[in-house]
């Protein structure tokens, strides 16, 4: 009897770091280490291949022949980038998802990183049962956002580039704003305090799951920020975009 595949691999490529494992698709769990590379220096699609091709190598055998799924900090869509806020601008209405998957020699499923920090978080995560819509933030190089409604994604939201001061909302906000501008955890969290307020304003979620690197310390700045909807934090934090490609990867 043909066996349904269980697994998955997951590359998320982010403005810093590129990371990767494999997936337990039915669990939502990783099955290897996570495996990382800083971004290529400028992240110019040539270099940013390689570095995709490095991490497949760098699972090894276990890898090879599973569906793949890929994320990336940029609008996605028809498998094409474009715009790029922390990456080269040579993204912009790049045809991507061709432009790996000839690359690496397989095919793909190609999305946003945020949207698949969002799914993975709906799926297997703080999200998971939860009705209305839920909105996930990333908090990292960028700000990266996911809508998800009554579980299904609307994809493409990017509320990271809400103008702020004349400037995307992500440049005063993001982790990053906090180690540029050598803020301390309570000014960093009013600046937070600031950008969710104006986005509950806007779209009044039901929940807000708070991702990306930061997640692993909530308690250095979300005491800085009353939301009227509940507040958490991802429950897959940092592996959440590599845990959300895989499952959109699935076959
Ligand atoms: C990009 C988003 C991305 C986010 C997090 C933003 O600058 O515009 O597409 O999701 O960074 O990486």
């Known amino acids: 009897m043909a066996k349904t595949v269980d697994r998955a691999v997951g590359i998320d490529i982010g403005g810093t770091g590129m990371k990767a494992g494999i997936v337990d698709l039915s669990e939502g769990t990783m099955l290897s280490d996570r495996v990382r590379i800083d971004t290529p220096e400028g992240a110019h699609p040539a270099d940013v291949l390689r570095t995709a091709h490095d991490l497949l190598e760098l699972l090894g055998a276990d890898a090879e022949g599973l569906p793949l799924g890929v994320c990336f900090p940029a609008i996605v869509k028809g498998g094409r980038t474009l715009s790029a ?24 499923h190609f999305v946003n990183d945020a949207d698949a920090a969002g799914l993975a978080e709906a799926r297997f995560g703080a999200a998971k049962g939860r009705d209305g819509l839920t909105i996930l933030t990333t908090l990292g190089t960028g700000i990266g ?16 580039h809400l103008i702020w001061e004349g400037e995307s909302i992500e440049r005063f906000a993001a982790a990053t704003a906090r180690e540029r501008n050598d803020l301390s955890w309570e000014e960093w969290g009013h600046r937070l305090q600031k950008f969710y307020a104006h986005v509950e304003f806007l779209f009044s979620p039901d929940l807000f799951v708070v991702g990306g690197g930061v997640s692993k310390n909530p308690e250095k700045f979300m005491p800085y920020i009353t939301t009227r909807a509940e507040m958490v934090t991802a429950v897959h934090r940092n592996n959440a975009g590599i845990i959300g490609a895989a499952s959109l990867a699935q076959v």
């Open 85 to 108: 806020a922390n990456i080269s601008h040579d993204w912009i209405g790049f045809e991507a998802e061709k432009f790996f998957e000839d690359g690496l020699g397989r095919q793909i």
């Open 145 to 160: 956002s996911a809508f998800i409604y009554d579980g299904v994604l609307i994809p493409n939201t990017e509320l990271g």
